[in-house]
């Protein structure tokens, strides 16, 4: 069975750091990627990467201050975030499929249960 499980939130000032995790076990994806939900608003695509060749994309509003990267051998997915804001308060979640790194969410079948991020001001 397909299993993903997020780890690292938590809750941080303004302009400070986290990392979070994804472990992904069960299969192998062609791209893996991260989306977030704030309370009252629709999930939104975070960042994206191809798990093999290592090719990422990102939304505009991360660009500079996150970071998507994968372990392969670990089966681990992860994202680096700098400079964090009061805005960036979401519950995040992994996702994981094989039809591109695209912003859409139907793009990926399998989800994480998210781990909370909470940036205070």
């Known amino acids: 069975q397909v299993t993903l499980v997020e780890s690292g939130g938590g809750l941080v000032q303004a302009g400070g750091s986290l990392r979070l995790s994804c472990e992904v076990s069960?299969?192998?994806?062609?791209?893996l990627g991260w989306f977030r939900q704030a309370p009252g608003k629709e999930r939104e695509f975070v960042a994206a990467?191809?798990?093999?060749?290592?090719?990422?994309g990102y939304v505009d509003f991360v660009k500079g201050r996150f970071t998507i990267s994968r372990d392969i051998a670990k089966n681990m997915l992860y994202l680096e975030m700098n400079s964090l804001k009061p805005e960036d308060t979401a519950v995040y979640y992994c996702?994981?499929?094989?039809?591109?790194?695209?912003?859409?969410?139907?793009?990926?079948?399998?989800w994480g249960q998210g781990t909370q991020v909470t940036v205070s001001s």
């Open positions: 990467i191809n798990w093999i060749g290592g090719g990422a």
């Open positions: 996702a994981a499929g094989n039809y591109g790194i695209g912003l859409n969410s139907r793009q990926y079948d399998y």
């Open positions: 069960g299969r192998t994806f062609s791209s």
